[in-house]
């Protein structure tokens, strides 16, 4: 079997809050008549550059076609050559390799009738605790909204959930004070994230007057990249402190320098499958635990992110993919389950990725191009729009 073309569908989703995101979904066809179908999720981030759709479909097709699926080791390790890490998590490489890399999962997963999950080595669950995210407070009016974010979310079975925090202080306490009053013990703030904003002592200062409400664990309270700053804040609280993994070298810093306790893993970040195993891996043999990160995927990032949890055996605090609740729409003929807070994986029996995409969806959430428009950093940032309900 040989792949003979790759297809790129870029799609528009509007989020609740309003922000419209891009992501790309990716086929790679053979002349056996098989598609793998992978996901280049949330392109609308950090930093502000587009790519050119067809140039980089004619890239991939250029070194992809003619070549057997089933190299997957050589295959991935020429996409991290075209498209190498740089020390910076919102770089488009790995969103790219990411999506090659489940769409060649997914391919080869059909050809042998099998689900990835048994591609990886099988699971050792079917679900995956996970939380919603409550975006950053930039003002006090913007804490009653979040609040009956709770309120909506809890009734709809997530019980977890985790606060973009450090712009605006106040506001993050008052949230926090007003869940804890209304919910009590009905409701578990996963984390604090501070996702790299503010320098280590301004955010151990932040979290130590946060802590009182309940805070299970801390996430990118320092600087990007500054191992050392990490290992400071770690040694200063009494709870785990997380971070994503975006390269192997960022990786190789934070356990030299003993910097985290828990290594935040997604396959967008860090490349797709291959490189997410490797990376927890490393983390199980220096002891440290995983969580499963997120961009906030469509459902078939989702479903991939769900099938890399199924399997990994260090998996100890509860994850972030809720992607598919954000967005008003989505691309699967059948959406992925969340049951009790809870994120199911596919069906084992199914070949693949295990989802089916409703390609009438694709055509009609069809953008030719990825742009960023005029939306300022700090709707980037966390991909909200100003005033919208979230």
């Keep these: 079997m040989k792949i003979v073309d790759v297809q790129l569908d870029i799609v528009r989703i509007p989020r609740h809050t309003g922000f419209v995101c891009q992501h790309a979904i990716v086929r790679i066809h053979t002349d056996e008549g098989l598609t793998g179908v992978g996901e280049m999720s949330d392109f609308s981030h950090l930093p502000k550059y587009s790519l050119d759709a067809e140039d980089l479909r004619r890239t991939l097709k250029a070194h992809l076609a003619g070549r057997d699926p089933f190299d997957l080791a050589a295959l991935n390790r020429e996409m991290a050559d075209l498209f190498p890490q740089t020390m910076y998590?919102?770089?488009?490489?790995?969103?790219?390799?990411?999506?090659?890399?489940?769409?060649?999962?997914?391919?080869?997963?059909?050809?042998?009738?099998?689900?990835?999950?048994?591609?990886?080595?099988?699971r050792v669950r079917d679900r995956i605790k996970v939380c919603y995210p409550i975006f950053r407070h930039r003002s006090m009016g913007e804490v009653a909204a979040n609040v009956e974010v709770v309120r909506k979310r809890l009734a709809e079975g997530f019980d977890a959930f985790r606060l973009y925090?450090?712009?605006?202080?106040?506001?993050?306490?008052?949230?926090?004070?007003?869940?804890?009053?209304?919910?009590?013990?009905?409701?578990?703030?996963?984390?604090?994230?501070?996702?790299?904003?503010?320098?280590?002592k301004t955010a151990l200062r932040q979290t130590r007057r946060l802590l009182q409400y309940g805070?299970?664990?801390?996430?990118?309270?320092?600087?990007?990249?500054?191992?050392?700053?990490?290992?400071?804040f770690r040694l200063a609280v009494d709870v785990p402190v997380s971070e994503h993994v975006w390269s192997f070298k960022q990786l190789?810093?934070?356990?030299?320098?003993?910097?985290?306790?828990?290594?935040?893993?997604?396959?967008?970040?860090?490349?797709?499958?291959?490189?997410?195993?490797?990376?927890?891996?490393?983390?199980?043999?220096?002891?440290?635990?995983?969580?499963?990160?997120?961009?906030?995927?469509?459902?078939?990032?989702?479903?991939?992110?769900?099938?890399?949890?199924?399997?990994?055996t260090n998996l100890s605090a509860i994850s972030d993919p809720t992607g598919p609740a954000l967005y008003v729409d989505d691309i699967t003929a059948e959406p992925v389950r969340y049951v009790d807070g809870y994120l199911l994986a596919p069906d084992e029996a199914k070949p693949g990725i295990g989802v089916d995409i409703d390609w009438d969806k694709v055509e009609r959430l069809r953008d030719r191009s990825f742009s960023w428009g005029d939306q300022r950093v700090a709707n980037l940032q966390d991909r909200t729009s100003p005033g919208a309900a979230v």
Excluded at 180 to 195: A, N
Excluded at 215 to 232: C, F, K, T, W, Y
Aim: one cysteine or more; glycine letters at 12%; hydrophobic letters at 50%.
């Design 89 to 122: 998590y919102y770089e488009k490489g790995t969103f790219i390799r990411c999506g090659i890399d489940i769409a060649l999962h997914d391919l080869v997963g059909k050809a042998l009738g099998v689900n990835v999950s048994r591609l990886l080595g099988g």
């Design 165 to 200: 925090a450090g712009q605006h202080p106040d506001a993050d306490e008052a949230f926090l004070a007003a869940v804890r009053s209304e919910f009590g013990s009905k409701v578990t703030i996963k984390s604090l994230d501070f996702s790299h904003l503010l320098d280590w």
């Design 215 to 232: 805070i299970q664990l801390v996430e990118s309270p320092a600087q990007l990249n500054d191992a050392e700053g990490l290992r400071h």
């Design 252 to 312: 190789h810093d934070l356990i030299r320098r003993d910097s985290v306790d828990l290594f935040n893993i997604a396959l967008i970040f860090i490349g797709g499958f291959a490189a997410a195993r490797k990376a927890a891996a490393a983390a199980e043999v220096a002891g440290k635990g995983v969580l499963i990160g997120t961009t906030q995927e469509l459902g078939l990032g989702t479903a991939a992110q769900a099938i890399f949890g199924a399997g990994l």
